[in-house]
C-alpha cells in the first residue's frame, strides 16, 4: 500500500521505530529543510586516498624520474602533484594506475629540497603526505681525483686523504666497497673527509693497492671512486704524498 502523504501531527513522537521500518527500506526520501535528524543517526562513507610509502626517498634535479607511491583508495582519474613548503605545486610527468593501493609517477623536479606529495581522487578527495617524504638533491661530487693517492715505503707511516662534497654542504661518509688496502692501513672519515692511516706491514716487493670508496650523503645518496696506493721497497722507496 503507498503513502501519499503524512502529515506531522498524524504520527505522535517516538512512534515510528526501526522494529516497524527495517534498515534500509526508505532510500532516497524528500526531508523539509526545517527537518533536524540527530546526526548519529545518519551514516555517511567518505573514502580518502592515503599514502604509506613511496619507493624512493630522494631523486635528482631536472631529471625525469619514476617511483611507486603505495597506499589505498586510489581511483580512476586519480592526480598526483608535488608541493613544496612555499605552497607551490608540481604536478607530475605522467600517472599510472598500477591497482587501488599502488601508483608509478613521473615528476622532473628542477629546484633542490623537500616535497610533500598530494594525490586527490576523482571525486575530490585528496591527501597530503604528513611530511615532505620526497627529496630532490643531487649525489655527491668527488673533488679527489681518481688514480693514485701516492705511495709510501714498505713500514712506513701512511696519511692518505681523499673527499667528495655534495651542494647542500651536508656530512658525507666514506666506505671501501672494494679492492683492499696496504697492510696497516685504517680507513676513517672526519670532517666529510676519507682518511687513510696507519703503519705499512705486509709487503715484501713493491706494490700497488687498487680500490674504489664510496662516498654518501646525509640523504643516503652515494657516488663511488677508485683510487690506488704504491708501496715502494729497496732503492725505489720514495716518499709519501697526498
Known sequence: MAL???????????AVTTAKIADGTIVNADVSSSTTIDATKLAV?????TISSISTSYIAPATATSFNITGSNFDTGVQVWAEKSDGTFISANSITRNNETSLTVNFTLAAEGDYYLRIERSDGLSVRSSTAILGVNNDPTWTTS???LG??????????????????????????????????????????????????????????????????????QKATREFSITVTHGANNSGQFN
Open 4 to 14: 501519499s502523504k503524512i502529515k506531522t501531527g498524524s504520527i505522535t513522537d517516538s
Open 45 to 49: 562513507t567518505v573514502t580518502y586516498p
Open 146 to 148: 681518481s688514480g693514485t
Open 151 to 220: 705511495s709510501v715505503a714498505g713500514g712506513g707511516s701512511m696519511s692518505f686523504s681523499a673527499y667528495a662534497t655534495e651542494t647542500d654542504s651536508g656530512p658525507i661518509t666514506y666506505a671501501l666497497v672494494s679492492g683492499s688496502l696496504p697492510g696497516g692501513a685504517t680507513l676513517s672519515t672526519n670532517n666529510s673527509i676519507a682518511y687513510i692511516t696507519g703503519t705499512e706491514t705486509g709487503s715484501t716487493a713493491e706494490t700497488t693497492y687498487t680500490f674504489s670508496l664510496e662516498a654518501t650523503d646525509d640523504e643516503s
